[in-house]
Nanobody, 122 residues
């Protein structure tokens, strides 16, 4: 059974940083695409970042240059380093996993966690 457990969310001022972690079990991180999605109140879930099995990374335009996705194969953990946070980044962030990159990129993964709240104050 696949389980994805996010941590690291919280309240931060604009311009600050947070590091999200996703502990994955039941799925081999390096053999699948792992990613992050987010959903703000009243909005649809959207793609944030993804890392493919071969190490290729992709980001939403709104976070390019500010967010970095990485993984630790030995610990089956995926990270999202978020810098220069903006109030528009406020959302629940979900860890995602799928064998197909396009499914994570399309914000429609086979697996996702319960989410962690990120709130950026202005």
């Amino acid at each position: 059974q696949v389980q994805l457990v996010e941590s690291g969310g919280g309240l931060v001022q604009a311009g600050g940083s947070l590091r999200l972690s996703c502990a994955a079990s039941g799925v081999i991180v390096r053999a699948n695409t792992m990613g992050w999605l987010r959903q703000a109140p009243g909005k649809e879930r959207e793609f944030v970042a993804a890392i493919a099995s071969g190490g290729y990374t992709d980001y939403a335009e709104s976070v390019k240059g500010r967010f970095t996705i990485s993984r630790d194969n030995a610990l089956t953990t995926v990270y999202l380093q978020m810098n220069s946070l903006e109030p528009e980044d406020t959302a629940v962030y979900y860890c995602a996993a799928d064998a197909a990159f396009r499914n994570v990129r399309g914000a429609n993964p086979g697996y996702w966690g319960h989410g962690t709240q990120v709130t950026v104050s202005s």
